[in-house]
């Protein structure tokens, strides 16, 4: 018996995708979204395709987690009808998210998170006021 149960597969001719919905059983809070992606990608014999995790939904009260997943050929036609958020949280999921967010730092952005040179100084806390005072007149 598998862990993943096929709820629906549907091919979405108009959109070029194909649409699977299916639930993951005894997994309730230990799966993440790329886990989920390799498991169905050996489930259904998808390798070299690209597979986009839109939904994983826990169900109360039991151990189940019911999934949806968009397979695209094109890796270019997933990124036109998908939000670009989702590819920011899979690519930073990944790993690649602290590069991809330097990268796209504007000039604008930089400015403004450069230091500034007329910065007051860090006020000192009274105990250590005294205590620098008891030091200066010894």
């Known amino acids: 018996m598998s862990m993943i149960e096929t709820t629906s597969d549907v091919q979405n001719k108009l959109l070029l995708r194909r649409e699977i919905t299916c639930t993951f059983k005894g997994l309730g809070g230990k799966l993440k979204k790329l886990e989920a992606v390799d498991m169905i990608a050996k489930q259904f014999?998808?390798?070299?395709?690209v597979i986009v995790p839109i939904r994983l939904k826990n169900d109360t009260g039991r151990p189940?987690?019911?999934?949806?997943?968009?397979?695209?050929?094109?890796?270019k036609l997933a990124r036109e009808h998908v939000k670009p958020a989702i590819f920011k949280r899979l690519d930073k999921a990944?790993?690649?998210?602290e590069k991809a967010e330097e990268k796209e730092a504007t000039p604008a952005q930089t400015k403004e998170a450069a230091p500034k040179?007329?910065?007051?100084?860090?006020?000192?806390?009274?105990?250590?006021?005294?205590?620098?005072?008891?030091?200066?007149?010894?």
Request: glycine fraction near 12%; aromatic fraction near 6%.
């Open 94 to 97: 990944k790993g690649g998210g």
């Open 64 to 75: 189940m987690i019911s999934g949806t997943f968009y397979v695209y050929d094109d890796e």
């Open 45 to 49: 014999k998808l390798e070299g395709k």
């Open 117 to 138: 040179e007329d910065k007051p100084e860090k006020k000192e806390a009274p105990a250590e006021k005294k205590e620098k005072k008891k030091e200066e007149t010894k």
